[in-house]
């Protein structure tokens, strides 16, 4: 009787070992959406944004090529709308002339739980900017862009 029982264990862990093993195997796969997109001059990046510690948002960053405009706005989660748009320049911000033929790479990562930072790049310049958005000093609804550093990647041959 005893052996019995112990071959009918063996079975029965045999039987939940294989549908684990199947259950591990044949998992659906998962949509991964990328955080950042382009489309003609326009590039959108999305991202953490810490507001508020007890109910953490998404961030969006639009770089506007045409008005060379870098905007951020955060998601608003009991409305579900944006909070208004805060903008940076990026011709000053880069020390770009105007109209000048630019290529910009950005990009987001996650530098602190619940907050992400923005890497932009323009390849023509060789400069490098990592910013931030944090909430607005006055209190007003919206976000300020902060700007953490600024510095070239390669130097630039006039």
Known sequence: ???SGRLVWVLVGMALGALG???WFLKAPQAQAGSNDRHEDFVLCTGAVSTNLRAPTDGVW???YRSGKLLATVIDRDRGKTVGWAELDMATEFGLAPRADVHFLMTTGQIANGQAALYVAETTSGKF???TMGTRP???PGVVIKRHDLTTFREVKN
């Open 1 to 3: 009787m005893k052996q």
């Open 21 to 23: 093993a199947a259950g």
């Open 62 to 64: 639009l770089l506007d």
């Open 129 to 131: 900017g990592v910013y």
């Open 138 to 140: 006055d209190g007003q």
